[in-house]
């Protein structure tokens, strides 16, 4: 079953896509359409949160849910390795889990950061315009019928 896909961003009147003084705002709003997965691009995840600090020990922890929890699963192409401070995503409180797309291309040591309690699903090749066979098999093995999309991904 192919995933219903709804696409949302934010932009400001004047074309930007960047800068706005209040994220956390956009981030609750897209976080009312209701969807079982939202789609961000690495670059959007880096730029948000390059500012914030490190994570701890604590950070790494697996967060248990319920499978009743209503938050969507964040999804993250991000087969070059650059996230790092995934925890600023996780303790906004909109999403029930993180989950990183990862291939064959990416490098080793991000591979063992994300080994260290960050679920991810190696993608034998990621292609953004190839995505199916990857979100299929993310969106069924985790449960997702509706995606909804921040941005286009890298």
């Known amino acids: 079953m192919k995933p219903k896909i709804i696409m949302h961003t934010q ?19 897209a976080g009312g359409i209701h969807s079982d997965a939202v789609l961000f691009g690495s670059n959007t995840v880096f730029t948000a949160f390059e500012k914030y600090p490190a994570e701890t020990e604590a ?12 938050r969507p ?25 993180i989950v990183i797309l990862v291939s064959t291309a990416t490098p080793k040591e991000y591979l063992n950061y994300l080994e260290e309690g960050i679920t991810h699903i190696l993608c034998q090749e990621m292609i953004m315009w190839t995505m199916k066979k990857p979100f299929r098999s993310c969106m069924s093995n985790m449960g997702v019928n509706t995606c909804g999309q921040t941005v286009a991904v890298d």
């Open 11 to 29: 932009i400001s009147l004047d074309g930007r896509i960047k800068g706005f003084d209040n994220p956390e705002v956009y981030y609750q709003v």
């Open 59 to 70: 950070d790494f922890e697996k967060i248990i849910t319920s499978p009743e929890d209503p």
């Open 73 to 97: 699963i964040g999804v993250i192409p991000d087969s070059r390795g650059i996230l790092r401070s995934l925890h600023c995503l996780r303790n906004l409180g909109y999403l029930k889990e």
